[in-house]
């Protein structure tokens, strides 16, 4: 039998936010080796469209468009595009002589545009060929830029669909993770149909945010409570994830164009760095770099704010790694993050020590509870405050009362190489995206024991994306010196003990005496 397929409102509300300079949508890059490819040659471009057509009944998001309620008074439905011809989505290009990173870089942040067609399936791809003077990679290497919308997907579901459209070895071995999934069976509501079910769900809105709400706010009250009754016991407790967020070059209006840089790093060596600070994770250390580098940018900008700035992170809520992909199951926490600490030892605990807190509020509360409410909020109100917020931006419309100055997102992804067509995977990150009062988002991605450091910035407010490049390599790099322990220096006693001999063997070859 089948069934109609709405969305949800966390998954409308990125719609809702889109403008003419800014979508929700980002950009994954696939970097290939083809030197893997058994038997050699090259990959033509006409082989990896059907083997990308092959894939796409592995998600429904492949093939399936919106159909908008009219006037916005209910969430829009998924419906199957049956015009959908995959020539429409991927797209064959060529980068230009010599084929360096930075053009590539340049390539992809241009490719990132803020508008999608809404009349097709919410995604394209971009087939790149001519990565021939990249320092890391063989001549003949390729990559593929793939767009999507996110109302369709999270960043964990982009991450179930890197496993799907590749193979586990050079001869084409499927991964388990990513199965098939039926999309034939959803139908096209009639506006009858919408017009009835919109009035049903506004109606009963109240009632199935009544759940959600029971849970949060007993569960808030108490963790407020707890918050105050710090405040004065410690009223001038510094650093604290509740001070004043400051104003920096990052808040403004951000136009249409984009800048994408990345710095590459082992990932053992960063497991290493968890070390220096106990109870440390992998995101904490990360987090720390971004901060040094962003410390290290503005100083040289002489726009380093006194206070800390604050970043946003989503939290993953999805039920289990078999979730279907598609959709969205994410909240957001916010956390200060150290720029104002030049030491990065005492940055990394003072992370750690927010990001700990925050998500202690995020589980007390219940993340589930806070994804549920987004949920379910009706559509009306929702589409409304989307483009409010999409129109005076997160600065609270210029009063100075912001949330946050950075999102840095953590998406980790397969710790095995993956293939395509025999052609290694060599690299794997993503354009994020970036909005008004929101001008850089560093994506943080990790894939077969290395770790991206990707930040995504409007193109006026960085200008000098190889700079913070450079910031990001030498935040690291300072971190890491810091977290090597000097060789333990030996007691004087065993010092003067082992010289002795050496002292008195010196004393008889110079008078000409045997030793014994």
């Not at 082989?47 to 998600?59: A, C, D, M, P, Q």
């Not at 003949?140 to 767009?147: E, V, Y």
């Not at 605990?349 to 909020?377: C, M, P, W, Y």
Request: with cysteine; net charge positive.
């Amino acid at each position: 039998m089948s069934e109609l397929k709405q969305l949800s409102g966390q998954d409308a509300s990125f719609i809702y936010l889109d403008t003419d300079r800014a979508s929700t949508g980002g950009t994954m890059i696939y970097v290939y080796d083809q030197s893997t490819i058994p038997g050699g040659g090259h990959l033509r471009f006409k082989e990896i469209l059907e083997h990308i057509e092959s894939r796409t009944s592995t998600s429904p998001i492949f093939r399936q468009k919106l159909k908008q309620v009219p006037l916005a008074l209910d969430y829009p439905y998924w419906v199957e595009d049956e015009n959908f011809r995959i020539e429409n989505h991927v797209f064959h290009v060529a980068l230009p002589k010599p084929g360096d990173w930075r053009q590539f870089c340049i390539l992809a942040s241009r490719l990132t545009k803020p508008h999608f067609d809404m009349n097709r399936p919410l995604w394209e791809m971009y087939v790149v060929e001519g990565l021939d003077n990249v320092d890391w990679l063989p001549n003949g290497s390729f990559a593929i830029l793939t767009r999507m919308h996110h109302a369709a997907v999270d960043g964990t579901a982009a991450a179930q669909m890197t496993w799907a459209l590749h193979d586990l070895d050079a001869r084409g071995k499927k991964p388990g993770a990513g199965g098939e999934h039926v999309t034939s069976h959803i139908r096209t509501p009639s506006h009858v149909e919408m017009a009835t079910r919109a009035w049903w769900n506004n109606a009963s809105s109240p009632m199935r945010l009544a759940r959600p709400l029971s849970n949060l706010l007993p569960k808030a009250g108490r963790k407020l409570l707890k918050v105050v009754e710090q405040r004065a016991v410690h009223p001038f407790e510094e650093h604290s994830s509740g001070s004043k967020v400051p104003t920096t070059r990052f808040d403004g209006r951000v136009s249409p164009f984009r800048i994408f840089c990345t710095a590459r790093f082992n990932l053992d060596e960063l497991k290493g760095m968890r070390q220096a600070v106990a109870d440390s994770t992998i995101n904490d250390v990360v987090v720390t770099i971004v901060a040094g580098a962003l410390r290290r940018y503005l100083d040289h900008h002489g726009e380093l704010p006194g206070e800390t700035m604050v970043a946003m992170m989503p939290v993953n809520t999805r039920p289990g790694p078999d979730a279907e992909p598609g959709a969205n199951n994410i909240t957001f926490m916010g956390a200060a993050i150290g720029t104002d600490i030049v030491d990065p030892k005492e940055r990394l605990a003072f992370v750690q020590e927010n990001t700990a807190r925050s998500k202690s509020i995020v589980d007390a509360i219940g993340a589930n509870d806070l994804t549920d409410i987004n949920k379910h909020i009706p559509a009306s109100l929702l589409a409304a405050t989307g483009k409010l917020i999409a129109r005076i931006g997160l600065d609270a419309g210029g009063t100075g009362k912001r949330l946050f100055n950075v999102a840095v997102s953590n998406v980790p992804g397969p710790n095995v190489p993956l293939y395509l067509k025999g052609a290694r995977m060599r690299y794997w990150s993503i354009v994020a995206p970036c909005t008004d009062g929101m001008g850089l988002t560093v994506a943080v991605t990790s894939y077969d024991g290395e770790i991206c450091i990707s930040p995504t910035a409007c193109r006026e407010i960085v200008p000098d994306p190889e700079f913070l490049t450079e910031c990001i390599e030498q935040s690291y790099a300072d971190l890491l010196a810091a977290n090597v322990t000097p060789p333990k220096r030996r007691p004087a006693k065993e010092v003067a003990a082992r010289k002795a001999p050496r002292k008195k063997a010196a004393r008889r070859k110079a008078t000409g005496k045997k030793t014994a």
